[in-house]
């Protein structure tokens, strides 16, 4: 699957771009501002309805302005497929898939696959759970919808039983019968995400540990640890233990929405002991067997965005990854760098063809 032109207007700095891409490596060049950032986010877009970097729609519009559209036209397992996002301030948010909209959003999340790979990041290791959480439920989304439609559920759920929670805390007499009701649906969607979660890091941290090994050329040893309440016990029998002391926070404090990662090098967590170059290669690893798993599980190779990957790496792991990003492993790379020679020795490695673009103040040109 390959993303074969995009248009974005009045996105972010743009106005309007156009641009041509090729099925292999795209790569933008400019100093930082630039806009090159924002092009890999209109992509990201188009997979995701939504940025990757902020999720209200009002800051995506270019200022001034009070709307934004996006098209892509991609090649999708030899079939022609046009995506087109379009937002306009106090409307609803549309999405059309070859002219139909979609009836919802969710409807379209697992149809063009794709990892980005963003110094954003971090949050990751030194963000909270919610944000390990939202990794894991990113990826498991892309090639299972019902995993995707549970965790709609769950939500849903969970809203309604802190809200119930919070009319008992303000007087209002206790109804257990539709706590029970809430417990069961918490419980039945709860455990099949557990599940879930569960085969998915079982099956990524082998890949993962491949990736690091390579990029750091075995130096250090790396895991990946799923923590999850559920572990020690069914869910249901845990919400109804801790029932009293839910009334008395006003939430619901067992359940997945408590789930974590732990991420580890050596023996120690990765937030504590971690240098910069050690937590960004975790994190690049992390994120290409995150490319690897959705491969092999839905059979169509992610497009991959890499942005500003190069940063904080000594030379030795810079060198690694220019090799892994050459190799046939991967399909439609788009990359940016303000770094030329980071580029080019990229473009001496890889055989297929390249399309180089120079981004300016929110206008790109195509350069050699």
């Known amino acids: 699957m ?43 877009y188009l997979s995701f309805t939504k940025s990757f970097f902020n999720s209200v729609d009002h800051m995506n519009v270019r200022h001034g302005e009070n709307w934004f559209m996006l098209k892509g036209f991609y090649n999708r397992t030899g079939k022609e497929e046009e995506i087109i996002c379009s937002y306009q301030e106090s409307q609803k948010k549309q999405i059309k898939r070859n002219s139909k909209a979609y009836r919802k959003m969710s409807e379209h999340i697992g149809l063009l696959p794709l990892v980005m790979v963003s110094p954003g990041d971090s949050v990751l290791i030194m963000g909270g759970s919610e944000e390990r959480r ?44 539709v706590i029970d009701v809430y417990d069961g649906q918490l419980a039945e969607s709860g455990t099949k995400i557990f599940e879930r979660r569960i085969s998915f890091i079982r099956d990524m941290v082998p890949v993962f540990q491949k990736y690091y090994s390579i990029i750091s050329r075995g130096v250090e040893a790396v895991g990946l640890e799923y923590l999850s309440d559920l572990s020690s016990g069914p869910m249901y029998d845990q919400l109804k233990a801790t029932y009293a002391r839910d009334r008395m926070v006003q939430y619901t404090t067992a359940g997945i929405h408590k789930d974590d990662m732990s991420l580890i ?11 910069q170059g ?20 839905s059979g169509i190779k992610p497009i991959l965005l890499l942005d500003d990957i190069f940063d904080k790496l000594d030379k030795n792991r810079v060198e690694q990854i220019v090799k892994l990003v050459s190799g046939d492993q991967f399909g439609q790379i788009f990359i940016t760098d303000t770094n030329r020679e980071h580029l080019d020795a990229i473009l001496r490695s890889v055989t297929s063809d390249y399309r180089l673009f120079m981004v300016t103040n929110g206008k790109t040109e195509g350069v050699s």
């Open 278 to 297: 050690q937590q960004k290669t975790y994190l690049i690893a992390l994120k290409l067997a995150q490319f690897e798993f959705i491969a092999n599980v």
């Open 265 to 275: 090098l050596g023996d120690h967590p990765m937030k504590r002991i971690g240098s």
């Open 134 to 177: 939202r990794f894991m439920d990113g990826v498991i989304s892309q090639f299972d919808s019902g995993y995707l439609h549970d965790l709609i559920r769950y939500n849903r759920v969970l809203m309604q039983r802190n809200n119930l929670l919070k009319q008992v805390s303000q007087g209002q007499a206790p109804d257990v019968e």
């Open 2 to 44: 390959y993303l074969k032109n995009l248009t974005a207007v009045n996105f972010k700095n743009f106005q309007e771009v156009v641009l041509d891409c090729v099925p292999r490596l795209n790569c933008f060049i400019g100093d930082n501002g630039a806009g090159k950032t924002n092009l890999l986010d209109a992509i990201y």
